[in-house]
């Protein structure tokens, strides 16, 4: 049997890797979106995004195929949620001024509205059940899938035709970018893929050390799931917003945050197709219900907080990451007697 104290190491081995890899990845994301000619907000969302949700996936499957979906499941609603509370612990790195106010593009509200709709999308979908038809999965892991194709599809479209222009653009000295060094095609393919396989590992050993350490605890699957496992799996997003805020890329870092949360959900699917049994959502309940419930909460938020664009902080944060980090704490609360 391992140790205790060699699980805590091969966590914090795991936790510097990824972190390591996180900070470094938005740079090259962005000399990426350069390259393309696709906005920072969509790159936040595809690439940045695609790439830390990867830990989600190969947890979600490892924990499906043995045979504890519903762990799976709690891991991405909760670090979608989580995801969330980072952006606004993040906001502190801003300063001066909340980070919603320095973020003024159509495609970055399109993205948030678009995970509200994807999270009531989950909620309904346990709450009315019924998706049991005998397929290889789910109706409704099939149909949120869809959908989260659907809204991909929606934010390419919304960067690539704005549909509006800022009257008050957000003050020039606090979006100026870091100057980008000139890197070729072929490095940029083999530094991106790289980090992305150092995330992978790294996010996978934070997720299995993570669920080893959780069964000394005893804790149901529902608050491992959303706690403990989502807090392993949620690093590579942390330390990639400590990059893209450090590099002031800060439409990267909210499209990474929305855009992770979006592939979390389209893991669903994938958790269908590895399980056996009866669907996930149809194992779903209360406890997921009111997950999927806090982290659309947590999005709309913060859509207020990019409509409003406010220029009031307090103890350097914007208010409406204040509103999000009590949100969160009292919605952690609530999921806590709902535990079986």
């Not at 936040?44 to 830990?55: A, F, R």
């Not at 799996?233 to 990474?256: D, K, Q």
């Not at 949360?261 to 219900?289: K, R, T, W, Y």
Request: net charge negative; hydrophobic share 60%; proline share 4%.
């Amino acid at each position: 049997m391992t140790a205790l104290w060699e699980i805590a190491l091969v966590l914090a081995l795991a936790a510097a890797a990824v972190w390591w890899a996180g900070t470094r990845l938005p740079a090259y994301v962005v000399a990426l979106s350069d390259k393309t000619g696709i906005g920072h907000g969509l790159a936040g969302m595809l690439v940045l995004g695609g790439i830390t949700s990867l830990p989600e996936l190969a947890t979600g499957t490892t924990a499906a195929a043995i045979g504890v979906p519903l762990l799976s499941l709690n891991d991405i609603l909760g670090s979608a949620s989580l995801n969330l509370l980072l952006l606004a612990l993040a906001d502190m790195v801003l300063g001066p001024a909340p980070l919603t106010s320095v973020v003024a593009r159509p495609v970055t509200l399109i993205q948030g509205v678009l995970g509200m709709i994807l999270f009531a999308l989950v909620g309904a979908a346990i709450g009315i059940g019924g998706g049991d038809w005998g397929g290889p999965a789910g109706a409704w892991a099939i149909a949120i899938f869809l959908a989260v194709l659907l809204a991909l599809v929606v934010s390419d479209r919304a960067e690539r035709r704005p549909m509006w222009q800022v009257v008050n653009p957000p003050d020039l000295e606090l979006v100026e970018e870091a100057r980008q060094r000139p890197i070729s095609t072929g490095k940029l393919a083999v530094v991106l893929g790289a980090l992305t396989a150092i995330i992978l590992v790294g996010g996978v050993t934070l997720a299995n050390t993570g669920e080893a350490i959780a069964r000394e605890t005893g804790l149901g699957v529902g608050v491992v799931g959303f706690l403990i496992i989502a807090i392993a799996t949620s690093l590579p997003e942390a330390s990639a917003i400590v990059g893209a805020m450090r590099n002031r890329r800060y439409e990267l870092a909210i499209g990474e945050i929305f855009g992770s949360n979006m592939f979390n959900l389209a893991i669903i699917l994938a958790i269908d197709l590895v399980a056996s049994g009866e669907p996930v959502i149809e194992q779903a309940g209360d406890f997921e219900i009111a997950a999927a419930m806090l982290a659309l909460v947590l999005t709309g938020i913060f859509v207020l907080g990019l409509i409003e664009r406010r220029d009031r902080t307090v103890l350097r944060m914007g208010q409406d990451s204040i509103a999000a980090i009590l949100v969160y704490f009292c919605g952690i609360a609530m999921l806590l007697s709902l535990a079986p």
